[in-house]
């Protein structure tokens, strides 16, 4: 799982790889690499265990960065197999330093393809599946008997699994093949000049002439034209070019330390740009839905696919679509989803969620859905993302670039655009009034609700470091605050390295309560609605085993004083956009908490923004 980028042309290829790779780490940063080769076929790798800035500062002053030439690969590396060191990073090369290659994906039969290499006296240097794939490329090219294109083909036909790959040879130096089976792959197009990204991110800014490879396609770049072949025969394919009319903004952190923090900020304006243009009077407008929109209205039920925190708006999504429009939805793991009996038919909506659009388990989810004939919708972040283009029609998030690892924004934009959909489709079939609709939609304005969780920042933050030595916390809602509970104890989890568990409020009796002592901090979600005095009686049963209690809530009733160590008190506003007010407080504890241990908030421990694969 990892990103990708890749230049062939006249220009120094350094400053195109490294500016690729600080756009793609949001796929893997635990290692990064680049290789370029010069017209006389030399081949200069340099790669180093850490992020891509550490790799920068490892070129620069080893002067590398002014010896690339106009060819060159990248890699930026989640590892899957072997650990994050200098040796497993990418690019790999054979044994013979021939054949140069970076990888985005999983080998899956690396296993005997290694026995059998080994028994041919081929050495490996790494643990990792890619060398595999390196190795056996140039095992098929120094028997003398395939060209370069050949031994490609023909080592791609021996793999299973996914990949996205990248190739050099150092006796074809005029020559770059990309493949793609399983992991996206992208090509660029200038005049007598190339790229190739895991996605349009690092290739955009400089051409939108894009290419976007299928499955089983290669594509052999020459100095100044190139080919789309099919991996499993040799035959020339039509050249698909798109223009992307797309450009991405430098994104920096403005004021602030991280990221994360900047992001949580946005979302004054994020969750307004979402709604923005899609509401008018009771009417919601989602034009990007209209094209099939009487299939949607009339399918029989709904499936939500995502993964993360993305799969949290989708139980959002579940409750907020079945209590207005009564059309049953079920939420699953996109990677069960794609292997578990799933009753989809030509007669379901199968919406995917995802910030980056790149998620390979939503991905393969969305492509199952789509064979079962489904009306897929895309719940996407990024235009020109793989599950936005793999989707019959969909919605864009619009909430702008999001680079915090720990999703924010993201999320409070998608559960915008479900509440949207939910009262859409409650008002065609309808269930709701024109003056329900109305009042729903007024909930645009509660928008300003977010500066004043904002503006207690500094209290959330005492309370936070308060806790911030804590080794288990539970968080507990229910309803529509269950997921945010969930999502609560992800955002911790990610960033603070602090276990923490989510559950309905009530169904902690059935177990967690067991793990309550005087040192657990318990975290209850409790809005002033009809379970209200229910929450209250869990509360006490958490405070009578002597646990703390940390209260959000939208009602100033002294009781919740009583009961709480900590008291947090949200505007009041509707039940769905207390998720999203109670959600921001969330964010910000979970910030503060990391802050407080002095962790890497953005770029957390094993984890990547996106994960590419399954
Ligand atoms: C990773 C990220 C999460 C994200 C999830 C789904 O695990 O760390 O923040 O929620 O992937 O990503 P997606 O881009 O599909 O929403």
Redesign the pocket.
């Known amino acids: 799982m990892c990103g990708i980028v890749a230049y062939k042309g006249k220009k120094n290829c350094y400053p195109i790889l490294i500016n690729g790779l600080k756009k793609l780490e949001y796929r893997g940063y635990d290692s990064a690499g680049i290789a370029c080769i010069s017209g006389k076929g030399n081949i200069t790798i340099s790669k180093r265990s850490g992020k891509v800035k550490q790799l920068e500062e490892t070129l620069k002053k080893n002067n590398v960065h002014k010896k690339c030439t106009g060819t060159g690969i990248a890699h930026t590396r989640w590892a899957t197999h072997g650990r994050p060191n200098q040796v497993n990073s990418h690019p790999h090369n054979d044994q013979s330093g021939s054949i140069v290659l970076v990888h985005n994906g999983i080998i899956e039969n690396y296993d005997p393809i290694k026995k059998f290499l080994k028994s041919k006296n081929i050495k490996f240097k790494s643990e990792t599946d890619t060398e595999v794939l390196v190795q056996l490329i140039g095992y098929f090219y120094n028997k003398g008997k395939l060209t370069f294109e050949q031994s490609v083909r023909a080592a791609l036909q021996r793999v299973d699994g996914a990949y996205a790959i990248v190739v050099l040879n150092k006796n074809e130096p005029d020559k770059m093949i990309a493949a793609r089976k399983g992991s996206p792959l992208v090509l660029g197009i200038n005049e007598e000049e190339f790229f190739v990204g895991s996605d349009i991110s690092p290739i955009i800014n400089y051409t939108q002439q894009i290419i976007y490879l299928e499955e089983s396609q290669m594509a052999i770049i020459g100095e100044k034209d190139y080919e789309i072949k099919s991996i499993e025969k040799d035959i020339s394919l039509p050249k698909v070019v798109e223009k992307i009319d797309y450009k991405i903004d430098d994104y920096d952190k403005g004021k602030f330390k991280f990221f994360m923090h900047k992001e949580i900020h946005e979302q004054v304006d994020t969750i307004s740009n979402t709604i923005i243009g899609r509401t008018k009077g009771h009417n919601v407008l989602l034009n990007g839905l209209m094209e099939y929109w009487s299939q949607i209205e009339s399918a029989s039920k709904i499936y939500i696919t ?7 708006a989708g139980l959002i999504g579940k409750n907020l679509i079945e209590r207005f429009s009564e059309v049953p939805v079920h939420v699953e793991y ?1 990677s069960e989803f794609r292997y578990n009996k799933i009753l989809v038919d030509n007669d379901s909506v199968v919406i995917a ?7 390979a388990d ?1 991905l393969a989810a969305i492509k199952k859905a789509n064979d079962y004939g489904a009306i897929t919708i895309g719940i ?3 235009p020109g993302s793989s ?1 936005s283009r793999e989707t019959d029609c969909g919605v864009f998030t619009r909430c702008g670039h999001e680079v915090g ?3 924010t924004k ?2 409070t934009a ?1 559960i915008s655009i479900l509440y949207l959909f939910a009262l859409k489709l409650a008002y065609v079939k309808k269930q709701i009034s024109k003056s329900a609709m109305k009042a729903h939609l007024d909930f645009a304005s509660s928008v300003t609700k977010v500066k004043s969780i904002l503006r207690k920042e500094n209290y959330i933050k005492k309370i936070a470091s308060k806790y911030k030595n804590a080794s288990d916390f539970l968080y507990l809602g229910r309803g529509l605050n269950f997921p945010v509970a969930l999502e609560g104890a ?1 955002k911790l989890k ?1 960033i603070s390295y602090i276990h923490a568990e989510g559950y309905p409020a009530a169904e902690m009796k059935h177990g967690p309560i067991a793990l309550v002592d005087k040192n657990m901090p318990n975290v209850f979600i409790v809005p002033k609605d009809k379970t209200y005095d229910k929450i209250i009686s869990n509360i006490e049963e958490i405070k009578s085993r002597k646990g703390k209690i940390i209260i959000i809530t939208d009602s100033k009733e002294k009781v919740l004083k009583d009961l709480a160590n900590d008291l947090i008190v949200v505007p009041k506003t509707n039940h769905y956009m207390f998720c999203i007010l109670a959600t921001i407080v969330l964010q910000l504890f979970a910030y503060y908490i990391a802050v407080g241990k002095k962790l890497n908030v953005d770029q957390p421990r094993n ?5 590419t694969v399954e």
């Open positions: 995502a993964c993360g925190t993305s799969w949290h996109a969620i995802s910030q980056s659009g790149e998620t939503t996407c972040n990024v599950i690892v720990a999703s993201a999320f998608q992800l990610e984890l990547a923004k996106s994960v």
